[in-house]
């Protein structure tokens, strides 16, 4: 396995029973508490996704995996596994990432036309960032701020501190045919934006670059969800 594994699968599918036995109580839970059928389709098509690659990966059934909680609430393998992970999921796609070398985030993001970046930017994104924002199109803002927003959560998932962390603390630089740029107080991390599907933005962000990357769609044996009435 490389060094950083990134797998990127759909949602759109149904669980067979089986497969939903290897969720935890606390998942079973936490599925349960969704109102809307597709949102708790999703949920247990990531969890079981995320349970089945670390269980390959370690050599044991998807069932038998156990997570502790960090203090921000990130979930983690015991430190004997040697593996570092996180899970992200937006819209109809769930994204994986998988470290061998050290802590990782990861984000995707459905593009959502209807919020208002350019004022989300103003309020939480540096300067720069929210002039480069602001000197985009309208239509090419959309993109523009769902890529600043997947750079920056990714950032904020890879430290274990999540939302605790002030958003402007974290300088993301976009530029044509540039790879991204991640700033924090002076320190350049590691970030890659990843190409998923169209109408998607996705990121991966550790502290330094992987000695080996991949990216790939995982492998599902679960059913296409049936189509909405």
């Not at 960090?70 to 596994?81: I, V």
Request: proline share 8%; with cysteine; net charge neutral.
């Amino acid at each position: 396995m490389p060094a950083l594994a990134l797998y990127w699968f759909r949602l759109d599918v149904d669980a067979r029973p089986d497969e939903r036995e290897w969720l935890s109580p606390q998942e079973r839970d936490r599925a349960a508490r969704f109102i809307l059928p597709q949102h708790t389709r999703r949920f247990e098509a990531a969890h079981i996704q995320l349970r089945r690659l670390l269980g390959r990966e370690l050599g044991q059934p998807p069932e038998t995996l156990a997570f502790a909680f960090g203090a921000n609430g990130k979930p983690e393998l015991p430190r004997s596994s040697g593996l570092h992970f996180n899970l992200s999921h937006s819209g109809d796609i769930g994204l994986v990432g998988i470290s061998h070398e050290r802590e990782l985030g990861v984000d995707v993001e459905a593009e959502r036309r209807q919020l208002d970046g350019l004022g989300l930017a103003n309020r939480f994104f540096t300067p720069r960032e929210t002039a480069w924002l602001a000197a985009l199109s309208p239509a090419a803002r959309v993109r523009g701020f769902c890529r600043l927003w997947t750079c920056k959560e990714a950032w904020m998932k890879s430290s274990g501190q999540g939302m605790a962390l002030p958003l402007d603390r974290a300088e993301v630089t976009l530029a044509a045919n540039t790879p991204a740029r991640l700033e924090v107080a002076g320190k350049e991390l590691y970030v890659r934006e990843l190409d998923l599907l169209p109408g998607y933005c996705a990121a991966v962000v550790m502290a330094e670059a992987p000695a080996s990357l991949t990216l790939e769609p995982a492998a599902s044996a679960l059913a296409p969800a049936p189509p909405a009435p």
